[in-house]
């Protein structure tokens, strides 16, 4: 039996509406999972986290291998008690981290690599991805793949897509833990048919779960989306899909409309820290100097204990002279953001309203630079008033 499971409660076009079970309880998809990468969310307590409407949180394994050690997070009980987050916990294979790092030898073995740290020579294979994994402890892990970057030739594109494949094999032999599910990914770069032949190739596997990996790596949002395009079609549809490292707030909306499931990205969390705000309109910086004497809420219509107590020009304050509440409160509301994006999200799919909600969402939200970009400058911000958006956010003025 499965450690996990998927209801998929409705549909609205190809967008989905379902529930993953797992170990440490059920999280609601579409679902966005904040990225906790040494097991911290940076700047938020795990209460904060739970507060923001996370269900699930993400952990990486290249990082929390290198600190504390994967050892040491097993002895002190796993990642869940060793960050006391007592939901649903995925964490990545450590490939995407890896394959970034400057003189990586790769072969058919695995990636011989060195730590930032001391120069250490460090062999990394889909055996040894596993077993970091399982003395993690989390409740979904990732298989070890080839992720290539972009742009790279077709040629290098369909031996990542065979190698992954081979990988896959490795890691799912490897797999000794009954209570974590294993999800493969699928490769392909920008090539259609490497995209379906990969995501074929994944689907044979008859794992709990898959992925759309080798995105967000440097193609625009079009080709993000044509990825997802050529792959989706060739997933199962009992099983959560989940698209890796992605991304922003109309990246998700889009790829709910092509059938994604699951999402993660360090974005709300990183952008927060820099002082950047995300709104239903957009976002901006709170740290420019206009806001200084700001008396308003980050969002005047969001429920998040930032918005309810706090001005913007307090966090401007805050944010200006490097106090870390600024960090947190700025982090603490974008997640909310993302958050609410993905309850309305979900609301919408149940009503049958998805694409009234996706229209009303990337209307308001876009500027008319990226509207054109992605294809959707029709939408505009006086139709927007006549489709549906559903959520604690509103217009920030």
Same mark, same amino acid.
Request: hydrophobic content about 35%; glycine content about 8%; overall charge negative.
């Given at each position: 039996?499965?450690?996990?499971?998927?209801?998929?409660?409705?549909?609205?076009?190809?967008?989905?509406?379902?529930?993953?079970?797992?170990?440490?309880?059920?999280?609601?998809?579409?679902?966005?999972?904040?990225?906790?990468?040494?097991?911290?969310?940076?700047?938020?307590?795990?209460?904060?986290?739970?507060?923001?409407?996370?269900?699930?949180?993400?952990?990486?394994?290249?990082?929390?291998?290198?600190?504390?050690?994967?050892?040491?997070?097993?002895?002190?009980?796993?990642?869940?008690?060793?960050?006391?987050?007592?939901?649903?916990?995925?964490?990545?294979?450590?490939?995407?981290?890896?394959?970034?790092?400057?003189?990586?030898?790769?072969?058919?073995?695995?990636?011989?690599?060195?730590?930032?740290?001391?120069?250490?020579?460090?062999?990394?294979?889909?055996?040894?991805?596993?077993?970091?994994?399982?003395?993690?402890?989390?409740?979904?892990?990732?298989?070890?793949?080839?992720?290539?970057?972009?742009?790279?030739?077709?040629?290098?594109?369909?031996?990542?897509?065979?190698?992954?494949?081979?990988?896959?094999? +490795?890691?799912?032999? @490897?797999?000794?833990?009954?209570?974590?599910? /294993?999800? *493969? #990914?699928?490769? !392909?770069? =920008?090539?259609?048919?490497? +995209?379906?032949?990969? @995501?074929?190739?994944?689907?044979?596997?008859? /794992?709990? *779960? #898959?992925?759309? !990996?080798? =995105?967000?790596?440097?193609?625009?949002?079009?080709?993000?989306?044509?990825?997802?395009?050529?792959?989706?079609?060739?997933?199962?549809?009992?099983?959560?899909?989940?698209?890796?490292?992605?991304?922003?707030?109309?990246?998700?909306?889009?790829?709910?409309?092509?059938?994604?499931?699951?999402?993660?990205?360090?974005?709300?969390?990183?952008?927060?820290?820099?002082?950047?705000?995300?709104?239903?309109?957009?976002?901006?910086?709170?740290?420019?100097?206009?806001?200084?004497?700001?008396?308003?809420?980050?969002?005047?219509?969001?429920?998040?204990?930032?918005?309810?107590?706090?001005?913007?020009?307090?966090?401007?304050?805050?944010?200006?002279?490097?106090?870390?509440?600024?960090?947190?409160?700025?982090?603490?509301?974008?997640?909310?953001?993302?958050?609410?994006?993905?309850?309305?999200?979900?609301?919408?799919?149940?009503?049958?309203?998805?694409?009234?909600?996706?229209?009303?969402?990337?209307?308001?939200?876009?500027?008319?630079?990226?509207?054109?970009?992605?294809?959707?400058?029709?939408?505009?911000?006086?139709?927007?008033?006549?489709?549906?958006?559903?959520?604690?956010?509103?217009?920030?003025?």
């Amino acid at each position: 039996m499965s450690a996990l499971s998927f209801e998929l409660k409705c549909t609205d076009g190809r967008a989905r509406r379902g529930a993953v079970t797992t170990p440490h309880g059920t999280f609601q998809t579409p679902a966005f999972m904040p990225v906790g990468t040494r097991g911290t969310v940076k700047g938020l307590m795990p209460r904060d986290l739970r507060e923001t409407g996370s269900e699930i949180c993400l952990g990486n394994t290249y990082h929390l291998h290198i600190a504390p050690g994967d050892k040491i997070v097993k002895k002190l009980g796993g990642l869940h008690e060793f960050m006391k987050w007592d939901r649903p916990i995925l964490t990545d294979s450590g490939g995407f981290q890896v394959f970034s790092l400057p003189r990586v030898k790769l072969d058919e073995q695995g990636v011989e690599f060195k730590f930032q740290k001391g120069g250490k020579s460090v062999l990394l294979t889909p055996e040894r991805s596993i077993g970091i994994q399982e003395n993690l402890g989390a409740d979904i892990m990732m298989a070890f793949d080839v992720c290539v970057e972009y742009p790279t030739t077709y040629e290098a594109a369909r031996d990542a897509v065979e190698r992954t494949d081979r990988w896959l094999k +490795r890691c799912a032999a @490897a797999q000794t833990r009954d209570d974590m599910a /294993l999800f *493969g #990914i699928v490769q !392909g770069s =920008v090539y259609p048919d490497l +995209r379906q032949m990969s @995501a074929e190739l994944t689907k044979a596997h008859d /794992l709990p *779960g #898959i992925a759309i !990996g080798g =995105v967000s790596v440097g193609e625009t949002h079009t080709q993000m989306m044509d990825a997802v395009d050529h792959a989706e079609p060739f997933l199962p549809t009992d099983k959560p899909r989940y698209l890796m490292g992605v991304g922003f707030p109309e990246d998700l909306v889009e790829a709910v409309a092509r059938g994604i499931d699951m999402f993660d990205c360090v974005l709300p969390s990183r952008f927060g820290r820099s002082g950047v705000i995300f709104t239903r309109r957009g976002r901006f910086r709170v740290t420019k100097g206009k806001f200084k004497a700001d008396s308003f809420p980050l969002d005047p219509n969001c429920n998040c204990y930032a918005c309810q107590n706090f001005s913007r020009g307090y966090i401007n304050h805050l944010l200006n002279v490097k106090e870390i509440l600024g960090s947190t409160l700025a982090t603490l509301h974008n997640i909310t953001f993302y958050q609410d994006l993905m309850r309305a999200t979900r609301q919408s799919i149940e009503e049958g309203t998805f694409q009234f909600f996706r229209e009303a969402f990337l209307a308001e939200y876009l500027d008319d630079e990226k509207k054109a970009e992605i294809g959707v400058e029709h939408y505009t911000r006086d139709n927007a008033d006549k489709l549906s958006w559903d959520t604690t956010h509103s217009v920030v003025p």
